[in-house]
């Protein structure tokens, strides 16, 4: 059943990253913008693991046992689900019609961001019983907050 | 960088699709080029000129981010 789950999911994602490449490619949509929205949300993804393997780390310190596998896939699903979300975000950042409404999207978004981080670090606390994960929440919610903060300033510039 | 697509295109009578099909990149690619979301590569601003029969610096005007 493991290996079902680990080989089929591979499996499913590549065959969908190959799809999606073809349907992209016969609307000309392997170009160069296209490259750099999915460059940057990758160099994105890159922080926002970076971010979750300091959280993992502390999380240790703090007492909080996580084995091998489950640790490797909390960042697996960190690194591929912030990938897809920044370049979708991207994506339709890059579609707005100026500077400032692309500004007003942004900060919508880091509130959605926040919230779900914050609930999602609700319920595995209540689901555990380990208050402590709260505390992996800080982080990430205080890095939203200085983005929030910093796209406010630059849109009342 | 600012630029005249949009006033070329209407000039033109060229919609975004015929302007990105013209250049090989998407429609997406000239939405954003189109309202300054995207500073295009030197190889695509010089094709989108060359659509509109015009030199880049005729398509794209250079303006300095203000600090």
Redesign the interface.
């Known amino acids: 059943m493991v290996y079902l789950g680990i080989y089929g999911g591979l499996t499913i994602g590549l065959l969908g990253w190959f799809f999606g490449r073809q349907a992209?490619a016969k609307?000309?949509?392997l170009?160069?913008?296209?490259h750099?929205i999915w460059g940057k949300a990758r160099s994105t993804s890159w922080y926002i693991t970076a971010a979750a393997i300091y959280v993992l780390m502390t999380l240790e310190l703090l007492g909080i046992k996580l084995n091998l596998i489950p640790a490797l896939s909390i960042l697996l699903f960190v690194m591929l689900s912030s990938w897809a979300i920044s370049g979708a975000f991207f994506?339709m950042?890059?579609?707005?019609?100026?500077?400032t409404s692309?500004g007003r999207m942004s900060l919508k978004l880091s509130a959605i961001i926040g919230s779900v981080m914050l609930l999602l670090f609700s319920i595995i606390s209540a689901v555990t019983g380990e208050w402590r994960f709260l505390l992996a929440a800080i982080p990430p919610i205080a890095l939203n907050i200085a983005i929030a903060a910093s796209l406010a300033r630059r849109m009342n510039k | 960088m600012n630029n005249r697509i949009r006033d070329l295109r209407s000039q033109f009578n060229m919609t975004q699709e015929q302007l990105a099909e013209a250049v090989g990149v998407s429609r997406q690619s000239i939405i954003a080029i189109e309202n300054d979301r995207y500073n295009p590569s030197l190889e695509l601003a010089y094709n989108i000129s060359k659509a509109f029969q015009r030199s880049i610096e005729e398509v794209f005007i250079f303006e300095k981010e203000a600090e």
């Open positions: 992209a609307k000309r949509g170009d160069e913008v296209y750099y994506s950042k890059l579609s707005e019609p100026s500077a692309a």
